[in-house]
T-cell receptor, first 112, second 112 residues
Framework: GEDVEQSLFLSVREGDSSVINCTYT??????LYWYKQEPGAGLQLLTY?????DMKQDQRLTVLLNKKDKHLSLRIADTQTGDSAIYFC????????????FGTGTKLQVIP | DVKVTQSSRYLVKRTGEKVFLECVQD?????MFWYRQDPGLGLRLIYF???????EKGDIPEGYSVSREKKERFSLILESASTNQTSMYLC???????????FGQGTRLTVV
C-alpha cells in the first residue's frame, strides 16, 4: 500500500534555504506533489513533478526526485516569513480513482 | 477559478448527534474526497466518490458515511458523533484528467 513520510518540523532563518524531505513507498506513483497549507486555510498546490522527471524548478522552488530511493525533496531558496506553513508531500497514480495519498506534513517555521 | 466550498468553517456538536458536513464544487469534477487532518498524522482519506451515487472507502471509514446524489455535492455524515471525531475535515475534488486536487477551506469540528 501507499505510505508517505515526512519529518514534522523544520526551522530556518529568513533568507536561508529550506529543504523539506519526503519518502514514499508506492513505486507506481505517477505524480508527486507538494501542497502548502497556511494557518486556517485549506491546501494549495505548490508544485508537482511527473515520476519520469528528476528535477523541476519554479522560481524559488526546486523539486528533486530520486526514484531509486523513492525520495522527494522541496528546496525553497531565500526563505521568507510568508513561507511559514505546513508543507505536505503527496503522491497519486494515473487512472483508477485519482486518489491522492498525503504525508504527515512538515511545519516550516521561518525565524526573522 | 476552481471553487470547492465547505458549508461551515467551525462546528461544535454533542456526542451522539448526527452531523452533516457539506461540500460543493463548481468544476464538474468526477472525483470528490473527504479527508481528516490531525496533528502528526497528516491527511487521512475517509471516503471518496468517482461518480454520482458511487462511493469507495478510504483508509479510515469507520464511524462515517457519505452521500453523493448530485455531481457537484459530496456530503460526509457522522451517524453518531464521538469525541475522537474532533478534527479538521477537508473536502477535495479532482477532474479525471486533472493533475491536481483542489481543496476546500476546511471544517473544524469539535465534538463535546
Amino acid at each position: 500500500g501507499e505510505d508517505v513520510e515526512q519529518s514534522l518540523f523544520l526551522s530556518v532563518r529568513e533568507g536561508d534555504s529550506s529543504v523539506i524531505n519526503c519518502t514514499y513507498t508506492d513505486s507506481s506513483s505517477t505524480y508527486l506533489y507538494w501542497y502548502k497549507q497556511e494557518p486556517g486555510a485549506g491546501l494549495q498546490l505548490l508544485t508537482y513533478i511527473f515520476s519520469n522527471m528528476d528535477m523541476k524548478q519554479d522560481q524559488r522552488l526546486t523539486v528533486l526526485l530520486n526514484k531509486k530511493d523513492k525520495h522527494l525533496s522541496l528546496r525553497i531558496a531565500d526563505t521568507q516569513t510568508g513561507d511559514s506553513a505546513i508543507y505536505f508531500c503527496a503522491e497519486s497514480i494515473t487512472g483508477g480513482y485519482q486518489k491522492v495519498t498525503f504525508g504527515t506534513g512538515t511545519k516550516l517555521q521561518v525565524i526573522p | 477559478d476552481v471553487k470547492v466550498t465547505q458549508s461551515s468553517r467551525y462546528l461544535v456538536k454533542r456526542t451522539g448527534e448526527k452531523v452533516f458536513l457539506e461540500c460543493v464544487q463548481d468544476m464538474d469534477h468526477e472525483n470528490m474526497f473527504w479527508y481528516r487532518q490531525d496533528p502528526g498524522l497528516g491527511l487521512r482519506l475517509i471516503y471518496f466518490s468517482y461518480d454520482v451515487k458511487m462511493k469507495e472507502k478510504g483508509d479510515i471509514p469507520e464511524g462515517y458515511s457519505v452521500s453523493r446524489e448530485k455531481k457537484e455535492r459530496f456530503s460526509l455524515i457522522l451517524e453518531s458523533a464521538s469525541t475522537n471525531q474532533t478534527s479538521m475535515y477537508l473536502c477535495a475534488s479532482r477532474g479525471q484528467l486533472d493533475t491536481e486536487a483542489f481543496f476546500g477551506q476546511g471544517t473544524r469540528l469539535t465534538v463535546v
